[in-house]
């Protein structure tokens, strides 16, 4: 079955802890993408990559970091920097940058202990 | 800015018919999405409008006027399990979704 993988589905950071969450896909899309989502409301676009080995910063990227070392993975890192992750994270892919159609992952939800 | 705005919440009885309504802002604009998102999970993609009109899909329909920056979407014979959030995004010049708040659609029996 093709899809999004996303792990692990709960992440507890410690203050000052970097953390860093997972997300495989295997529908040979090109396009990747990393929401943030809050407790009501929508999503907010924190990177995308629409090629391997490029990447670009959306709304909320301060405090994240990620790479596209292969096709299939575009793991994000939740920094230290970043003062307020608890959050649910989801990744997402589309065929090409023209993402009307996006499939998402499962989602991630980070807690700060 | 960029901004969509929906209403938060709409109630409807089961088997009736509901619209949710969206309003945009953005800096150049491609086409609207629409997802839907059930508690605890992820989004999943309903629809999209890039032409002005109505697009059908079985029980739920997509509507764009892109000269009055609106569109809505349509959803006929409600059943309990279209109880969800659902979410308007529009495509903006640089290909990327800016997402609306969300309504959430609370169904009665």
């Known amino acids: 079955d093709g899809g999004i993988t996303q792990s692990p589905k709960y992440l507890f950071r410690k203050e000052g802890q970097n953390v860093t969450l997972s997300c495989e896909q295997n529908?040979?899309?090109?396009?990747m993408y990393w929401y943030r989502q809050d407790p009501g409301q929508g999503l907010r676009l924190i990177y995308y990559s629409q090629i391997v080995n490029d990447f670009q910063k959306g709304d909320i990227a301060e405090g994240y970091s990620v790479s596209r070392e292969k096709k299939e993975s575009f793991p994000l890192t939740v920094t230290s920097a970043q003062k307020n992750p608890t959050a649910f994270y989801l990744c997402?892919?589309?065929?090409?940058?023209?993402?009307?159609?996006?499939?998402f992952g499962p989602g991630t939800r980070l807690l700060v202990l | 800015g960029q901004s969509l705005e929906q209403p938060s919440e709409v109630t409807a009885v089961e088997g009736a018919i509901v619209q949710i309504n969206c309003t945009y802002q953005t800096s150049g604009f491609y086409g609207l999405s629409w997802y839907q998102q059930h508690d605890g999970g992820a989004p999943t993609f309903l629809s999209y409008?890039?032409l002005d009109g109505l697009e059908e899909t079985g029980r739920f329909s997509s509507f764009l006027s892109r000269s009055d920056s609106y569109g809505y979407l349509l959803l006929q014979e409600l059943q309990m399990k279209d109880s969800a959030s659902y979410f308007c995004?529009?495509?903006?010049?640089?290909?990327?979704?800016?997402w609306g708040a969300g309504t959430k659609l609370i169904i009665k029996p």
């Open positions: 995004a529009a495509m903006d010049s640089n290909y990327q979704l800016i």
């Open positions: 529908l040979n899309h090109d396009a």
């Open positions: 409008n890039a």
């Open positions: 997402a892919s589309s065929l090409d940058r023209v993402g009307e159609t996006q499939y």
